[in-house]
């Protein structure tokens, strides 16, 4: 197991190269960059981020996000540099690190990112370490409460469907799984505002945030009860939104154990079906819904609740990642990709320990990778 460990170590390291440099590559033919935006600030005619965002239900405003092109004729590679000194330009690049070739500045990256040095913020003059820290606890918060509720309903609601299969039971409960497999979570999160946040219908819960202004001046129930109050939605649009495939996954991987040999020996001697489903058939079952935990949690804390952070205001991760692609700021979107993959790749490695954990017959070491 220690040599197997090891080597999956090892290839995290081709691995997290081959992330950094397609994203990397791919940016670089992105239209726009931070030296533009740096131009459209100094002559007035940026749009930020922040001003995208709707401070009453972070709705995305349709504006553009390009800088003004430049005139014809104009002598400058970046596009609104109409009218400013060639000595500015220069010495913005230089601020930036664009005076570098690009294959320079990619290299001196990962330099930096192999000592945990990420950088500072383009445009927030703070450190891309500071910011991520700032942040995760509100994707953690919504990533963890997420994940629980979702294996919460669906695992159950998966053992149940197996058991049933074919029954009124399996075919209702389908339904149910088809419509949150058809419907994001960002479409259940505006229903649940017009519903329920008071959009058109009822005004029960908060739009934004996750504690209120006064969170300073509530005793110890007030501070859980005001948090509990700001999340329901949140998690609620996201759990929604993700329970239908781990569902379905939990089912099918039921249904297959179920209908092994082992199921009909046991069921042979008389053992009875409790003990066979929850004391034979859940072990061997779970591996594959292990296997996914890593992807749906970093899925959720990273990208899946970004719209969700829009949409309700939380200033996590998600938010954080969704500005720095709008303003370009390389540090913050290139800082948190490193981050987070890095994480992922470890986190599939507790996997396979995990797979271990619950079923000691895996062998892992004669494993090439």
Do not use: C
Request: no cysteine; aromatic share 12%.
């Amino acid at each position: 197991m220690l040599a197997y460990i090891i080597r999956r170590l090892l290839l995290i390291i081709p691995t997290l190269f081959g992330i950094m440099l397609i994203n990397f590559v791919v940016v670089q033919f992105a239209p726009g960059g931070p030296v533009e935006l740096v131009i459209a600030r100094i002559q007035g005619t940026a749009v930020e981020a922040t001003d995208r965002i709707s401070s009453t239900g972070g709705d995305v405003q349709q504006q553009d996000v390009s800088v003004q092109e430049s005139a014809s004729g104009f002598d400058s590679k970046y596009r609104g540099a109409r009218g400013l000194d060639p000595e500015i330009i220069a010495e913005i690049e230089q601020m930036l690190g664009f005076d570098k070739p690009a294959h320079e500045r990619f290299v001196l990256m990962l330099g930096n990112y192999a000592t945990f040095d990420f950088g500072n913020s383009f445009f927030q003059d703070r450190s891309v370490v500071d910011l991520v820290l700032d942040k995760m606890p509100v994707s953690i918060t919504i990533g963890i409460w997420t994940v629980l509720f979702t294996y919460i309903v669906a695992i159950p609601l998966g053992i149940a469907k197996a058991r049933r299969d074919g029954t009124r039971f399996d075919v209702w409960t389908s339904a149910f799984v088809v419509v949150g497999n058809a419907i994001p979570a960002f479409l259940f999160a505006i229903l649940l505002i017009v519903l329920f946040a008071g959009g058109s219908y009822y005004d029960w819960f908060p739009l934004r945030g996750l504690t209120s202004d006064n969170w300073d001046e509530l005793s110890l129930f007030g501070k859980i009860t005001d948090y509990l109050w700001h999340i329901t939605l949140p998690v609620l649009a996201m759990v929604i939104g993700g329970y239908a495939v781990l569902t379905m996954l939990t089912k099918n991987s039921f249904l297959d154990q179920i209908n092994q040999q082992y199921v009909t020996t046991a069921r042979a001697k008389g053992l009875e079906e409790k003990r066979i489903l929850y004391g034979h058939v859940f072990r061997n079952a779970m591996l594959i819904v292990i296997a996914g935990f890593p992807g749906a949690f970093i899925g959720i804390l990273f990208s899946g609740s970004l719209l969700i952070e829009i949409i309700f205001s939380l200033d996590g991760l998600g938010l954080l990642g969704f500005e720095a692609a709008l303003n370009r700021d390389y540090p913050v979107m290139f800082g948190t990709l490193y981050f987070f993959g890095l994480i992922g790749l470890v986190l599939n490695i507790i996997t396979d320990l995990t797979y271990n954990l619950v079923d000691p017959r895996i062998d892992f070491e004669s494993r090439e990778v």
